[in-house]
């Protein structure tokens, strides 16, 4: 499907090289906010006390959010629970308090702006599971990109995996120089939508790859450049079906799925954004200078010699 075809190929690749730089400096950026800010990582990886309560009713979100915040506390997190009237309070270590205490001080507060709560649970997370859940989504971001490399492997070429992977990583990077720039939350729905990022971005590079070795059997009188000018122009119709579509179902959690969700559908949204921009223009021109070829697509056919005895 498409909404419109461009009939003259677009130079991308005359421009390759400042597409290459600016993409450089993005990641070091990102990289330099990492290291200097660092990731403000919620409950699930510091550790801390999860409090569960329950309403007759569907409970009030921010006039919980608003106790809370009366009573002192701060980095809590408040969210539905299985259904509108159970609500999870997350709160962070605090040393001066035991997990009892900690409850009782909630209730209290909750009962004074917001009445009506009963206690289910009182939950305590140690750094210790929270050290775990790092280390495993630390694995997991590792074994989707070893998978990745070795699915562009074996489909297409080495220099094709490498220059995915690369792209993609710029996007994960990035993601997480915006979440350290600007100290977001970084909780395990984020995680998620990293790695949700990893296969939707490397989605887009199989699609514009698939162009390349489509023009390089087909159209044999274009050069490097020109192919891979050719594969994108022609799927560019395609990129913004799917980026834009997908793109309003995120802006839609964004905007109206509440602070559940919200920071979850912001890494969403950089991700998507910037995905675009490297499956297409840093992915491709990757791709050139690594040295890609029509002669790397081509079949060899081998000659059968008929040895007269």
Known sequence: MEFFRIKKDIPFMRHALKFNIISLVTFLLAVVFLFSKGLHLSVEFTGGTLIEVAYKQAADLEKIRGSLGKSG???????????????????????????????????KSLNAEAPGAELRRV????????????????????????????????????????????????????????????????????????????????????????????TFKKKRGLTTPQVLDHAITSTISRTIITHGSTQIMVLSMLLFGGETLYYFSLALTIGICFGIYSSVLVASPLVMWLGVSREQFMQVKKEKQEIVV
């Open 73 to 107: 506390f701060n980095d809590y997190v408040v969210q539905n629970f299985g259904s509108s009237q159970d609500v999870m309070i997350r709160l962070p270590l605090k040393s001066d308090q035991n997990t009892a205490q900690l409850g009782e001080s909630v209730m």
């Open 123 to 214: 939950e305590f997370v140690g750094p210790q599971v929270g050290k775990e859940l790092a280390e495993n989504g630390a694995m997991a971001l590792l074994l989707v990109i070893i998978g990745i490399v070795i699915y562009l492997a074996f489909r297409f070429e080495w220099r094709f995996s490498v220059s995915a992977i690369i792209a993609n990583l710029h996007d994960v990077i990035i993601i997480l120089g915006f979440f350290a720039l600007f100290q977001w939350e970084f909780s395990l729905p984020v995680l998620a939508a990293t790695l949700a990022v990893l296969g939707y971005s490397v989605n887009e590079s199989v699609v514009v790859f698939d162009r390349v070795r489509e």
